[in-house]
């Protein structure tokens, strides 16, 4: 197995492969990753499209620790072009929210701790501020709120 292949297994999410990793002093990993997927549906219309219109700036998406050192993705988002449409779209991730620097996991995993733990103290454990904590804690509640809902 090459280090990326243990690094792609690790990083268990599918769809995603890594192709480049850094460790950043003895505290940060820093993985590079790309979807493997050569095409995205455009959500206007749901045609697949192949053309990829750009890439955005690479984007540093906060991951669950790996090792306990603090993991963050290195990802660009693509932008395709619909044919149909005549117009570019983002292609949407399940990983991760749209406009969000951290992964869905890792959202669940802040939420889990919050619960159990001050906000003050998952905080400076993660080294996020207590703003970015209470942000995910209130989106995961309400979410889990919502469900509940559904479910009567
Ligand atoms: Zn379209």
Known sequence: MNNNELLNRLLGIQKLQVIKSDFIGEERVHLEVASILSVASCPDCGQL?????DESEAQMIRDLSIAERQ???????????CEPCKKTFVERV????????????????????????SISQVAQDEGLSEEAVQGIFEYRAKKRRRHAAIRK
């Open 49 to 53: 499209s192949n053309l990829v219109h």
């Open 71 to 81: 993991c963050y993705l290195v990802y660009r988002a693509r932008r395709f072009k």
């Open 94 to 117: 399940e990983w991760k929210r749209a406009n969000v620097s951290y992964t869905e996991r890792y959202e669940r995993y802040i939420y889990q701790r919050v619960r159990r733990e």
